[in-house]
């Protein structure tokens, strides 16, 4: 197990780093420059020189690189452009936001996908069968959009059980702040658990129908025990890769969800620094982000070992 996380994080490094030269090599193909935006609508000749010097844009591309990596190595990702806040302050305002948003989305995807496609495959061909597969395809279906407006309307505005907008921190109110996410993250959770139900069905009909299972069951053990402590276990091994990479998808891709509820998360901070073409911003969080896949990556692999024995060695 010590060498294999010792040969992960090793391989964790060049591609961190490869992944920080395409992000920067990028972001200087975006149209617009960022020195006329801060300048205002006046656009002083001096003053958009200062801002280039200020912020070295007039330095070659890889002299810009090499400050900001190294910044960037000493915890320091620059100031964004149009807050004139220091990124760092920025991403710990809005991560923890989104981290919670994506937390609940993918816990209520694995409550009500895994036990769905668990039950399709057990009772493969029965209504109980053809009822998952038919939230699976309603769940992939379902626009985001679409869906968080329907239970505005329908837990806000009719019902007023839940608030239609807004964010409050668990560490300010635990009650109002899960009261304020729990739709949002339903709208995400919603369409990752029908995907899990039909991964998870499809990996527990094929474990179901292996040698191991037919014996366990010739032995006289319960069906219960048979599929839990058997069939489950070993299916779970696809699972936990596809739920680390939506996990990692939900933290950078759930834009259009916080705009509906109007959460300040990591989507909405990436969307609109892109608009004002706040550079540092942008890196900063497409890096971030991309050290999420990875370190969630490594769990992901790291689970494969705890949950089958056979990996281990």
Do not use: C
Not at 116 to 139: E, Q, R, T
Not at 244 to 254: F, H, I, V
Request: hydrophobic fraction near 55%.
């Amino acid at each position: 197990m010590l060498n294999f996380l010792a040969r992960r994080l090793v391989q964790i490094v060049p591609t961190l780093f490869f992944v920080s030269v395409l992000i920067f090599s990028l972001q200087q193909l975006l149209p617009g420059d960022p020195a006329l935006v801060m300048a205002g609508e006046e656009r002083d000749p001096a003053v958009i020189e200062q801002i280039r010097r200020q912020y070295r844009l007039d330095q070659p591309v890889p002299v810009q690189y090499a400050y900001w990596i190294k910044g960037v190595l000493s915890g320091d990702f620059g100031e964004s452009l149009r807050n004139k806040m220091p990124v760092r302050e920025l991403i710990a305002q809005k991560l923890p936001v989104t981290l919670q948003l994506g937390s609940m989305a993918i816990l209520i995807a694995f409550l009500i996908g895994i036990p769905a496609g668990i039950v399709a495959a057990v009772k493969k061909g029965s209504a109980w069968d053809y009822g998952a597969n038919f939230f699976a395809l309603w769940g992939i279906s379902t626009p985001n959009f679409w869906l968080g407006i329907m239970l505005i309307f329908l837990f806000s505005i009719e019902l007023g059980w839940l608030p239609a907008s807004g964010y409050v921190p668990l560490t300010e109110n635990w009650r109002a702040s899960l009261a304020a996410t729990i739709m949002p993250a339903f709208v995400l959770g919603n369409a990752i658990a029908a995907i899990l139900m039909r991964h998870t069905r499809s990996a527990m009909l094929q474990v179901l129908e292996s040698d191991y299972v037919r014996t366990a069951r010739a032995k006289g053990l319960l069906e219960r025990s048979v599929i839990l402590k058997h069939a489950m276990r070993n299916a779970l091994t696809p699972i936990i890769t596809l739920g680390a990479l939506e996990l990692g998808t939900l933290l950078s891709g759930a834009v259009l969800t916080e705009q509906i509820f109007s959460i300040p998360g990591f989507g909405k901070l990436i969307v609109d620094a892109v608009f004002n073409r706040d550079y540092a911003v942008v890196q900063g969080v497409v890096l971030v982000t991309a050290t999420i896949y990875i370190t969630l990556n490594l769990i992901a692999d790291v689970a494969y070992i705890l949950v089958n024995p056979r990996l281990r060695g």
